[in-house]
């Protein structure tokens, strides 16, 4: 479907996000006005939500701002398994299976072993946290996630005493994954967080978000949110999780280490080589606003890095 340009407009006046934005609300438009008399608009709308989640305990951390809608949150992605555009991952979405899903615990830990989602998701009672997000390319967005504390997991698989780093991977399928199939990245995606970091309270693993399960271009069944990191370290589609002594390799960071550090904890005095850092654009807001020190998560979480130079361990 041909995208309209405003003739007002040039093409250096507007953002990718709202490029983005406003291809959507044409699309919208031009399918209401298409199929509107069959489909309806609240039909369009359910077709673009995922099934609704059992039992969720509300926001133990909750945020006084806006929420990102749900049509932005999981139309506007990055999971370049699914392709580096950002509207790739939801139109792709359906190449990812993920039924039935299992994930290997392993490393250093005293039990390890494989164990079915269900099973991992059982003793977890699920909660919902409104969190704000900010990509490393300086766009930001307000997700309430449902899921659980990773800490609460590891605790069951007991952490050994050399456990000093947490590894993830996401799965390997090329088959399915068409980007698996692309040299962008070395496959499977994988992050890593150190041992303190992956057990402190505001590091969950969501299975949901908005009250449903989560949808696929956002990581189901599982992925990993880390609110004072950029979005990069919160991994989708997790089926490993390693308990290390070393610290783990991670995609980006052996991708372009110069511009992806292992810690990537979000922060206005450090730019990216390529871009300042020190602003961003809340999805659906026109304004750029500054960007806080961790994400606006200092207080809890800056005494992880007290005495390290974030500069150099960025
Ligand atoms: N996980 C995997 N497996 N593959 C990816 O490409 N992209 C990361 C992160 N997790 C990515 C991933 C990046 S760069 C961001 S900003 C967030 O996912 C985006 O999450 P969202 O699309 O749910 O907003």
């Known amino acids: 479907m041909p995208f309209r340009w405003n003739p007002e407009l040039r093409p250096?006046?507007?953002t990718p996000e709202e490029l983005f934005r406003q291809r959507r609300r044409f699309m919208k438009s031009a399918a209401l006005v298409g199929v509107g008399a069959v489909l309806g608009m609240e039909s369009l709308e359910a077709a673009e939500t995922s099934a609704p989640?059992?039992?969720v305990r509300s926001g133990v951390v909750t945020l006084n701002e806006k929420q990102t809608p749900f049509a932005d949150a999981s139309g506007y992605c990055n999971f370049y398994e699914l392709g580096t555009g950002k509207e790739d991952p939801s139109r792709q979405a359906d190449r990812l299976v993920t039924k039935p899903w299992s994930v290997l615990i392993d490393g250093e830990v005293g039990r390890p072993g494989r164990i079915s989602l269900e099973e991992l998701i059982k003793p977890?009672?699920?909660?919902e946290r409104v969190y704000r997000m900010r990509c490393v390319e300086a766009w930001s967005?307000?997700?309430?996630?449902?899921g659980f504390s990773l800490g609460a997991l590891l605790q069951r698989f007991e952490p050994g005493p050399k456990a000093q780093y947490v590894s993830?991977?996401?799965?390997?399928?090329?088959?399915r994954l068409p980007g698996q199939k692309r040299d962008i990245l070395e496959w499977p995606y994988r992050e890593g967080l150190r041992?303190?970091?992956a057990m402190h309270p505001l590091t969950m693993l969501a299975v949901g978000m908005y009250g449903r399960v989560l949808p696929n271009q956002n990581g189901a069944p599982l992925r990993l949110v880390v609110p004072w990191k950029y979005g990069?370290?919160?991994i989708k589609s997790i089926v490993r999780i390693t308990l290390t002594e070393q610290q783990p390799v991670t995609s980006w960071n052996a991708h372009a280490p110069g511009e992806y550090g292992f810690y990537a904890n979000v922060n206005p005095a450090v730019s990216h080589p390529r871009w300042d850092q020190s602003r961003e654009r809340r999805i659906g807001e026109f304004l750029r606003r500054e960007t806080l020190p961790f994400n606006g998560y200092g207080e809890q979480v800056a005494g992880l890095y007290t005495g390290m130079d974030l500069t150099r361990f960025f």
């Open 168 to 175: 993830f991977e996401t799965i390997l399928d090329p088959e």
């Open 53 to 55: 989640l059992g039992e």
């Open 195 to 197: 041992l303190d970091e």
């Open 124 to 127: 977890h009672p699920l909660e």
């Open 141 to 146: 967005m307000v997700i309430p996630w449902v």
């Open 232 to 234: 990069f370290k919160s």
């Open 12 to 14: 250096e006046d507007i």
